[in-house]
C-alpha cells in the first residue's frame, strides 16, 4: 500500500466514509504544489481528499505549517453558507493527519478557468462572476456576527504569500525595496475581510457559469486588494502571454474589477482600487522574480513583465483602468 493511499485510508476510516477492509483506489490529482490530492473511488462513490504537505513542491526551498489544512477546512465551509451555489460539499477534517475529505468535482459542465484562458476558449463571463464572488465573500466577513476566529491566520500568510512572492522578489530587486517593504507591512497588518489568499486561475473551476474557488489554505482576515489584485495578475500575465485573446483578457480584468467593487461597503472603492494599483505590479514582478514563478512565458515575455512591472511599482496607476491601458500600451 502506497504511503497517500495509507493516508486516505486512515482519514477516510476516522471520517466514517470508508470502513477498514473497504477497497479503495486512489489517484494523485496533478496541478498543485503546496499538497497531496487525490481522488478516492470507495466502490461506486468518489471523493476527493486533500493533506498538506510541509514542504511544498516547488524547485526554491519553500516549507509552511500543515495546520494550514484547518484553515482551507474553515474557508470552504464558510464560503460555502456566504455562496451556495458557489460551494464544494466538504465531509469533514482530521486535526492528526492535517487532511479532509470533500465532494469530487466531475461532469462535461466542469471546467478548470486556467485551462479555458491558456486555450483560448470562447469568454463564458467567468471573470466578472469571479470578482463578484470575491467581493461577496468579502462583504458577508466585515458583517457583525462573522466569526473571524478560524482566520486568524497572520503567520501562515507571510509564509506562504508575503515571504515567497514579495519579501523574495525584493531582494533581487534593491532599488524597489521602499515599495514592496511598505506593502508587505501594510498587508501583514491588515485584518478587515476573509482573505482567500490563492484566487488564481487553477483554483477555480466552474461548474456550468458557477465559479467554485478551491485551495483557500491561505486564508486569513486581511486586506480586501489582496484577492483582485492576485486573479488580475494570473489574468494580466495571460494578456501579455496570449497576443489573440490579449484585448478579451484585459476587458475580462477590468469587468472582475468592476464586479469586485459593487461589493465594496467596508471602506471606499477608491482606496481599495488604489492598494490594488500598488500591488498587482509587485504580484506581477514576483511570479517572475519570486520562489513561484511563472511556467508558461519565455524570455521575452519575461523581460516584457518586469519591465513594466517595474515601472508601475515606482509610479502606480491611480486606476484599474489605467494600470491595464499601460499594460496593454506595453506589449
Ligand atoms: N474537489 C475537487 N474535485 C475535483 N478536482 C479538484 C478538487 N479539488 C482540487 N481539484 C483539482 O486538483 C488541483 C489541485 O488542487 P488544489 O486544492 O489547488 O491543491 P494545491 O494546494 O496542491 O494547489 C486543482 O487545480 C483542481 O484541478
Ligand atoms: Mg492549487
Known amino acids: 500500500m502506497s504511503d497517500l493511499e495509507g493516508r486516505c485510508r486512515r482519514l477516510l476510516g476516522e ?8 477497497r479503495l483506489s486512489v489517484e494523485p490529482l496533478s496541478g498543485g504544489v503546496a499538497s497531496d490530492i487525490a481522488l478516492v473511488r470507495i466502490a461506486d462513490r468518489k471523493v476527493c481528499v ?32 456566504i455562496a451556495p451555489e458557489n460551494a464544494i460539499e466538504v465531509y469533514g477534517r482530521s486535526e492528526s493527519s492535517h487532511g479532509f475529505a470533500m465532494e469530487f468535482l466531475q461532469g462535461d459542465d466542469i471546467y478548470l478557468w486556467k485551462a479555458a484562458l491558456l486555450s483560448e476558449a ?17 462583504a458577508a466577513s466585515v458583517e457583525p456576527d462573522f466569526d473571524r476566529t478560524p482566520f486568524d491566520n497572520r503567520s501562515d500568510f507571510h509564509a506562504l504569500r508575503l515571504e515567497p512572492y514579495l519579501i523574495h522578489t525584493a531582494r533581487s530587486h534593491g532599488d524597489l525595496r521602499i515599495h514592496f517593504d511598505r506593502l508587505v507591512d501594510d498587508l501583514h497588518i491588515a485584518d478587515r475581510v476573509l482573505v482567500h489568499g490563492d484566487a ?38 495571460k494578456a501579455i502571454h496570449l497576443p489573440d485573446a490579449r484585448t478579451r483578457y484585459l476587458q475580462n480584468a477590468q469587468g472582475l474589477w468592476q464586479a469586485y467593487a459593487r461589493w465594496i461597503v467596508w471602506e471606499s472603492k477608491d482606496e481599495v482600487e488604489a492598494r490594488i494599483c500598488r500591488l498587482l505590479p509587485a504580484l506581477m514582478l514576483a511570479r517572475i522574480d519570486g520562489k513561484s514563478p511563472v511556467e508558461y512565458l519565455d524570455g521575452l515575455e519575461r523581460k516584457r513583465v518586469r519591465d513594466i512591472a517595474c ?18 500600451a506595453s506589449c
Open 311 to 328: 515601472s508601475l511599482i515606482k509610479a502606480p496607476m491611480p486606476s484599474v483602468a489605467q494600470t491595464l491601458a499601460e499594460i496593454a
Open 50 to 81: 486533500k493533506f498538506a504537505l510541509a514542504k511544498l513542491k516547488t524547485a526554491a526551498d519553500w516549507f509552511a505549517p500543515i495546520h494550514r489544512n484547518a484553515a482551507e477546512y474553515a474557508w470552504l465551509h464558510r464560503a460555502a453558507q
Open 15 to 22: 471520517l466514517g466514509l470508508a470502513s477498514p477492509h473497504e
Open 122 to 138: 470562447p469568454d463564458r463571463g467567468e471573470a466578472a462572476r469571479v470578482g463578484a464572488l470575491l467581493g461577496r465573500i468579502h
Open 200 to 237: 488564481s486561475p487553477k483554483n477555480i473551476l466552474l461548474r456550468g457559469q458557477a465559479p467554485i474557488l478551491l485551495d483557500a489554505e491561505c486564508a486569513t482576515m486581511g486586506d480586501a486588494s489582496f484577492d483582485p489584485a492576485f486573479c488580475l495578475n494570473h489574468i494580466v500575465l
